[in-house]
């Protein structure tokens, strides 16, 4: 998704990219957290990397490319990161669960093979896992 078709004129000044995503574009996917960007909930990603839309105006990202969790399909088809958190049933809640992916989403990008230490950095700050990513069972050879 582009924010380039909208015009500027059509924000205002005080809400955010969080809340333009959920309540005009109808793009739910994008948890509404603790809007201090702390929770991550709000995760998307802004030209490929990780941002927190509760922290950004849109008139910040206008000429930028978002992405949300409902972004990552492609003709129909989940993304394979999204595939097996289903298949694995990883969601916990599933209320962290779209920051988590686009966060996952977003390394892959950049490090197909990502060492152990990358996983842990990409993904350290996601809370709603308890104890942080250190009690997550990330296979051996990664």
Same mark, same amino acid.
């Given at each position: 998704m582009s924010m380039e078709n909208v015009e500027k004129s059509q924000f205002r000044y005080t809400i955010t990219l969080l809340e333009v995503l959920r309540e005009d574009l109808g &793009?739910? $996917?994008?948890?509404? +957290?603790c809007e201090l960007g702390e929770c991550r909930a709000c995760t998307v !990603?802004?030209? $490929? %990397?990780?941002?927190?839309s509760? &922290?950004? &105006?849109?008139?910040?990202v206008?000429?930028?490319?978002?992405?949300?969790i409902e972004g990552v399909e492609t003709n129909g088809h989940l993304h394979p !990161? @999204?595939?097996?958190?289903a298949e !694995?049933? *990883?969601? %916990?809640c599933g209320y962290c669960t779209p920051g988590i992916l686009l966060s996952g989403i977003a390394l892959l @990008?950049?490090?197909p093979q990502p060492t152990r230490a990358q996983? %842990?950095? *990409? !993904? *350290?700050?996601?809370? +709603?896992?308890? +104890?942080?990513?250190r009690q997550w069972k990330l296979p051996p050879s990664a």
């Open positions: &793009l739910i $996917g994008t948890k509404h +957290g !990603l802004i030209d $490929g %990397q990780p941002s927190l509760c &922290l950004v &105006l849109p008139v910040e206008q000429e930028s490319e978002i992405t949300t !990161l @999204r595939e097996t958190f !694995l049933g *990883a969601a %916990q @990008r950049h490090h996983m %842990q950095e *990409a !993904l *350290a700050a996601v809370p +709603g896992i308890p +104890g942080s990513t």
